[in-house]
């Protein structure tokens, strides 16, 4: 998937209504890319995952698949940024911790990541990026989310 895929995704989740209920695609066996979840007020999928881990966390793999998804990160960030402006950096830490409550892909996204960059392009919506791992096994995911202006 290339940077313009990946743009395309992110209008497509932004033209998207949102469901009545809440809705999760399994990934594709071997992959996290394709995962979304939807509910009445937001849109979450990955975008690109490394490989996972679970046969070696060699420091030398860890750090290739790191870049590769940072590189992916920056070009889209980068795209986002000059259409919409500079994004909101938001911590995502006290969701985790439980200081706010956390409304879905909050929620989702505080379990993977630590902060995401947000872009508020109108319509009502925003648009966030982050990158975060599960665990140090899992893949290394680069996940985009949409939600109504509420929900920040």
Same mark, same amino acid.
């Given at each position: 998937?290339?940077?313009?895929?990946?743009?395309?995704?992110? @209008?497509?989740?932004?033209?998207?209504? *949102?469901? +009545?209920?809440?809705? !999760?695609?399994?990934?594709? !066996? /071997?992959? =996290?890319? &394709?995962?979304?979840?939807?509910?009445?007020?937001?849109?979450?999928?990955?975008?690109?995952?490394?490989? @996972? %881990?679970?046969? /070696?966390?060699?420091? @030398?793999?860890?750090?290739?698949?790191?870049? $590769? #998804?940072?590189?992916? *990160?920056?070009?889209?960030?980068?795209?986002?940024?000059?259409?919409? &402006? /500079?994004? $909101?950096?938001?911590?995502?830490?006290?969701?985790?911790?439980?200081? #706010?409550?956390?409304? $879905?892909? #909050? +929620?989702?996204?505080?379990?993977?990541? /630590?902060?995401? *960059?947000? =872009?508020?392009? &109108?319509?009502? !919506? =925003?648009?966030?990026?982050?990158? &975060?791992?599960?665990?140090?096994? %899992?893949? #290394?995911?680069?996940?985009?989310?949409?939600?109504?202006?509420?929900?920040?």
């Amino acid at each position: 998937m290339t940077t313009e895929d990946r743009l395309s995704t992110v @209008d497509d989740l932004m033209a998207r209504p *949102f469901p +009545s209920k809440e809705e !999760r695609t399994a990934p594709a !066996r /071997g992959t =996290w890319e &394709g995962y979304h979840s939807s509910g009445q007020r937001h849109h979450m999928c990955v975008l690109k995952a490394s490989r @996972d %881990f679970w046969d /070696g966390r060699s420091e @030398d793999v860890v750090e290739a698949a790191e870049e $590769e #998804i940072a590189a992916a *990160f920056e070009a889209l960030a980068t795209a986002l940024t000059s259409r919409w &402006g /500079g994004p $909101e950096v938001v911590d995502l830490r006290p969701y985790l911790e439980n200081e #706010i409550p956390a409304p $879905e892909p #909050i +929620s989702e996204l505080c379990q993977l990541s /630590g902060e995401m *960059f947000v =872009w508020h392009p &109108g319509a009502g !919506r =925003w648009v966030a990026l982050a990158v &975060g791992q599960a665990d140090s096994e %899992f893949p #290394i995911l680069l996940l985009a989310a949409v939600g109504e202006r509420s929900l920040l």
